[in-house]
């Protein structure tokens, strides 16, 4: 059949009946002021975390969402576009679009400030986006890049650059794995379109989106996910899957390669106010600053015991400096 197909046809199923734990976050739901979310879109929350982060949203962004769902995040980031299709949503299956039509429906009954018109919702494919060059601020997808293959991956993310006015931010959430997972699973179809075995490793997963164009990529969250065991998957050892959540930015890589941040920070604590390493990096004293992974890596070579960089975390709040 193709994975693609196998993927719609699991979708289909998944529009006309809430399937439990499908893909599912286990990330609570926030809660803003004005905003309900009806049941049946929590009970269809197809995700592996969240793409929505408010912080990206100011201004009343135009922003484009890769995969309806159930249309949740399409409400919460309507809260923040209030215009006429401030939100697009795209997806190649029609019963999903017309679920997440349904259920945008429900919300506007307890949601006074939602607009019909606030989302546009779109029959597409993520790798032949129907949207124009440049148009979109912010672009978004939940755990629906993990299922595609390395060529269409690729596709998709480049299409989703293509679509991103400068400095534009793609906002992902999906499935990584310790290990390159076996062809065995890889080539399940059905396994991979339940967001399972085509996860990349977390190295391969960034590399991806610098090759695509991006130059800032912000790790904002890791955490388990789902554990593939030897006796029902057919492997040697446990493997256990994590959720990613990331942000990457459409901008230029400076030339000595893209900024990827993970949460480290770099502390001066000498003798001056502050310390300059004439690379375009200012610490203040006592202070600590965001820095990328590559900036905590030249920090760390100086050797100077008056300056600490601490490990990844994984988790970025943005800040600092590259």
Not at 13 to 31: H, Q, R
Not at 69 to 81: N, P, T
Not at 286 to 296: E, G, H, L, N
Request: hydrophobic share 40%.
């Amino acid at each position: 059949m193709g994975y693609i197909e196998t993927t719609k046809e699991l979708y289909r199923d998944a529009a006309a009946e809430p399937m439990a734990g499908l893909c599912c976050t286990t990330s609570p739901v926030w809660k803003f002021p004005g905003l309900t979310i009806p049941s049946r879109m929590l009970e269809m929350n197809y995700g592996c975390g969240t793409t929505v982060h408010p912080r990206d949203l100011a201004g009343n962004p135009t922003v484009l969402y890769v995969g309806v769902g159930g249309g949740m995040e399409l409400l919460q980031f309507a809260y923040f576009s209030r215009k006429r299709a401030g939100v697009i949503g795209i997806d190649p299956v029609k019963e999903m679009l017309e679920a997440s039509a349904q259920n945008l429906s429900l919300a506007a009954k307890d949601n006074e400030w939602l607009s019909p018109d606030y989302v546009l919702l779109r029959n597409g494919d993520a790798r032949y986006l129907p949207v124009e060059d440049n148009s979109v601020d912010v672009a978004a997808q939940n755990c629906l890049f993990n299922i595609f293959e390395s060529a269409d991956l690729r596709t998709a993310l480049r299409d989703i650059h293509r679509v991103l006015k400068p400095r534009g931010k793609f906002v992902l959430s999906d499935p990584i794995a310790p290990v390159p997972l076996p062809d065995h699973l890889r080539k399940d179809e059905r396994l991979r379109a339940m967001c399972l075995t085509g996860a990349q490793t977390y190295e391969k997963y960034v590399d991806l989106l610098v090759e695509s164009g991006f130059g800032t990529i912000e790790i904002r969250a890791r955490r388990p996910y789902r554990v593939l065991d030897p006796k029902r998957f057919g492997i040697e050892n446990t493997i256990l899957l994590e959720s990613i959540e990331v942000a990457a930015v459409k901008e230029p890589p400076p030339a000595d390669g893209a900024c990827v941040f993970t949460g480290r920070m770099a502390v001066y604590f000498g003798d001056a106010d502050q310390f300059d390493d004439e690379k375009g990096h200012v610490l203040p004293r006592d202070m600590p600053v965001s820095v990328c992974d590559k900036t905590a890596r030249n920090l760390q070579a100086l050797g100077r015991p008056d300056l600490i960089v601490t490990d990844s975390t994984y988790f970025y709040d943005g800040g600092g400096c590259c």
